[in-house]
């Protein structure tokens, strides 16, 4: 069975800095590209950033390119979301999820607040 588990999240003020890992099990991790998703309270799912399954290439939507980075540990089976210079609107839950699947764990919430 295919097992998500986010972390990392909490509450920061703007500007400030967090780092996110999601943890996978279930599947041949190093065979797929991985996303990070964010939905905030009223939204729907907005698609953050990806990268490639060794991890050579990464992607990033407008509003956090320059102050997020995506990695991967394909040894330890965990993407990473590094986010620097947080914003108020960066406040959402956030997920990953393997390219072309329909697979979400539980999200970790991360809140950017003075």
């Known amino acids: 069975q295919v097992q998500l588990v986010e972390s990392g999240g909490g509450l920061v003020q703007p500007g400030g800095s967090l780092r996110l890992s999601c943890a996978a099990s279930g599947l041949t991790f190093a065979s797929y590209a991985m996303n990070w998703f964010r939905q905030s309270f009223g939204n729907q799912r907005e698609w953050v950033a990806r990268i490639s399954s060794l991890g050579a290439n990464t992607y990033y939507a407008d509003s956090v390119k320059g102050r997020f980075t995506i990695s991967r540990d394909n040894a330890k089976n965990t993407v990473y979301l590094q986010m620097n210079s947080l914003k108020p609107e960066d406040t959402a839950v956030y997920y990953c999820?393997?390219?072309?699947?329909?697979?979400w764990g539980q999200g970790t919430q991360v809140t950017v607040s003075s």
């Open positions: 999820n393997p390219l072309n699947t329909n697979y």
